[in-house]
C-alpha cells in the first residue's frame, strides 16, 4: 500500500477513538489496506493519538489562557469530549470551536469563553488585515533588493 494511504489511515486512526475501538473487530478495509490495518498495534496507535490530543491541548491552552486557568482541572476532560466531537482542526481553529463548546457549559466558562472566542476572532482578522497591507510592502523589498542585486 502506498505511503499516502497508509498515512490517511493513520491521521483517521489517530484522531477518531470510534474508528480504534472498532479496529479490533476487523479492519474497515479489504485487501492491501486490510492486511497493512490488520498489522498495526492497536497500542501503539493509542499512544500516537493521545500524542496529538496532547499537542493539541497545549495549542489551545496557549490560545484560551482565560478559560484554561477557570475550568481548572477540568480542562483535559472537556477538551477530551471537544476533540472528540470536533476531529483535528488547526490550532487557531481548535481554540475557536473549543471556545464555541465552552460556551454553552453551565456556569461562569460560558462568559468566559465567549469572551475569548471573540477575541480570537477579532485576532484573526486582524491578522489578515496585517498580512493584506504587508504584502505590497514586502513585494516593493523584494523588488529593491532584487534591483540592487543586478545593478
Not at 456556569?107 to 475569548?116: D, K, S, T
Amino acid at each position: 500500500m502506498e505511503l499516502a494511504r497508509q498515512q490517511a489511515w493513520l491521521a483517521r486512526l489517530s484522531t477518531d477513538a470510534g474508528l480504534r475501538e472498532r479496529l479490533p473487530a476487523g479492519p474497515p478495509a479489504a485487501g492491501e489496506e486490510a492486511a497493512w490495518l490488520a498489522g498495526l498495534s492497536a497500542r501503539q496507535v493509542e499512544a500516537f493519538a493521545e500524542t496529538l490530543l496532547r499537542k493539541r491541548r497545549s495549542a489551545v491552552r496557549g490560545l484560551l489562557p482565560q478559560s484554561t486557568r477557570s475550568l481548572g482541572p477540568r480542562f483535559g476532560e472537556l477538551f477530551r469530549a471537544h476533540a472528540a466531537r470536533r476531529g483535528h482542526l488547526a490550532p487557531f481553529d481548535d481554540a475557536r470551536a473549543f471556545a464555541e463548546f465552552l460556551a454553552v457549559q453551565p456556569g461562569p466558562i460560558a462568559a468566559i469563553a465567549r469572551r475569548e472566542g471573540a477575541a480570537l476572532r477579532r485576532g484573526r482578522v486582524l491578522q489578515a488585515a496585517r498580512l493584506l497591507l504587508d504584502k505590497p510592502a514586502q513585494l516593493l523589498r523584494d523588488l529593491v533588493a532584487h534591483t540592487a542585486k543586478d545593478g
